[in-house]
């Protein structure tokens, strides 16, 4: 599947990852679906996530989902502001394939 990952550049490709979402909600959704969750750039696609998940992790990626989570409002003393919106990936893996985070050899 390198033809999806062509299309795109790999700078780019590098940075619309920007790290993966480790709780507990994502361990279920995990071991539940074969997902796995991400944080990446507001403004990237769907195909550039499936891509840069395919070139960095040499998996291939069933299907990818997103959403944006609005910033909360907090205060900082008397002032009120806002924190930053995170767009998710939920990028559902094919079956077999496996992502490992902890750093171990398979």
């Known amino acids: 599947m390198s033809g999806a990952a062509q299309k795109f550049d790999e700078g780019r490709l590098a940075q619309v ?9 994502a361990t ?3 071991e539940k679906h074969n997902q796995v969750l991400f944080k990446v750039l507001r403004d990237a696609s769907k195909p550039e996530i499936k891509a840069a998940v395919e070139l960095m992790f040499k998996v291939q990626v069933a299907s990818v989902s997103t959403l944006v989570q609005k910033g909360k409002a907090k205060r900082f003393g008397r002032n009120f502001g ?8 939920y990028v559902s893996l094919k079956a077999g394939q496996e992502l490992n985070f902890s750093g171990e050899a398979a």
């Open 28 to 30: 279920r959704i995990g």
């Open 82 to 89: 806002r924190r930053d919106h995170v767009k998710k990936a």
């Open 17 to 25: 990852l920007v790290a993966p979402i480790i709780s507990e909600k």
